[in-house]
């Protein structure tokens, strides 16, 4: 039992760290929870895609994609 409760605890930490539930909410929106999962994804690799970008460039100007 008290493993059960333990990963209910880790489940809830998770969703308050994504800002989901606050104080105030009990219960949150399934396509909440999914948008800021994306945007965190987008925010995650799309970053790390422009930096590659940003590092192919030859010293001539040429970009290889």
Known sequence: MDILKAEIARKRKLLEEKELLGTDKKYFKRGE??????????KKYYSL????DKSSTIS??????
Not at 49 to 52: L, R, S, T, V
């Open 49 to 52: 895609n422009e930096a590659d």
């Open 33 to 42: 929870l999914i948008a800021k999962e994306q945007e965190d994804y987008r």
């Open 60 to 65: 001539d100007g040429t970009t290889y994609q």
